[in-house]
């Protein structure tokens, strides 16, 4: 597939999980791809294995992105973590941190790249939310929190980008075989007191009509199409991946 060939694209969190296979998937397509992450090693590692570029890069110091400026034609916002916890034990600190890093440095990268894909008439803009973007679970207020309003990042963006040749669209998948949800399993199992074991069948799945883990590689294959020149009408959208979840 050479359908991005020339584009130059940016991707968060991509050292590992749904964002190194973002990497791939872009780069498999033709484009330069460069791979943004707070662990170094992994993003030299992602990107040399693609023949890319790395930047080595904490979002959380949202001052230092503040003017920054982008030339870039696809970026795909994918940086997160997450944290289990009843709300009145949820630290207030870890709650701002969560939103900075998952809503506000969004913004921030979205605002420095579009003067160049408004100049240029094209950008494809992928926001890498979840289904807690549009369905809610208990011990997670500061990552639902964060993933609604990523939602309404990106349906704002679509609004102002689309006169100028911009798409922005949420990809949001159910439980992805990553090391954020391994983490999650152990928080899970104590938030809940049971086995490890019982946290997929009992807890993680217990909604989704397909019991199994979403693999990164079918995450990033939808990331692939939307950003492709044959989705240039599909904006404001939100792609659920969640083997039928929010069905119910």
Not at 20 to 35: D, F, I, Q, S, Y
Not at 48 to 54: K, N, P, S, T, Y
Not at 117 to 143: C, D, E, L, P, T
């Amino acid at each position: 597939m050479t359908d991005l060939t020339g584009r130059k694209a940016l991707v968060t969190g991509g050292a590992s999980g749904i964002g190194a296979a973002c990497a791939r998937e872009l780069a498999a397509r033709g484009a330069e791809v460069t791979v943004a992450d707070i662990d170094a090693a992994g993003a030299k590692a992602v990107a040399h294995e693609i023949g890319g570029h790395c930047w080595t890069v904490d979002l959380l110091e949202v001052e230092a992105l503040a003017d920054s400026r982008l030339e870039i034609d696809i970026l795909v916002n994918n940086a997160g973590v997450q944290s289990v916890s009843p709300i009145e034990e949820f630290a207030p600190d870890r709650f701002r941190a969560m939103q900075t890093l998952m809503v506000e440095a969004p913004f921030l990268l979205i605002r420095a790249a579009l003067p160049h894909m408004y100049a240029q008439r094209f950008g494809r803009i992928v926001n890498i939310s979840s289904v807690h973007g549009i369905r809610a679970s208990q011990f997670k207020v500061a990552y639902v929190t964060a993933k609604h309003g990523l939602e309404g990042l990106s349906k704002v963006t679509a609004l102002e980008g689309g006169p100028h040749g911009v798409t922005s669209n949420c990809v949001s998948p159910g439980y992805v075989r990553t090391p954020l949800v391994d983490k999650q399993v152990a928080e899970q199992a104590a938030a809940h007191g049971i086995a490890e074991r019982e946290v997929l069948e009992k807890v993680l799945l217990t909604e989704s009509a397909i019991k199994r883990l979403i693999e990164p590689e079918e995450v990033a294959a939808l990331v692939g199409w939307l950003v492709s020149g044959d989705a240039g009408m599909v904006t404001g959208s939100s792609y659920v991946m969640d083997g039928g979840w929010s069905a119910r």
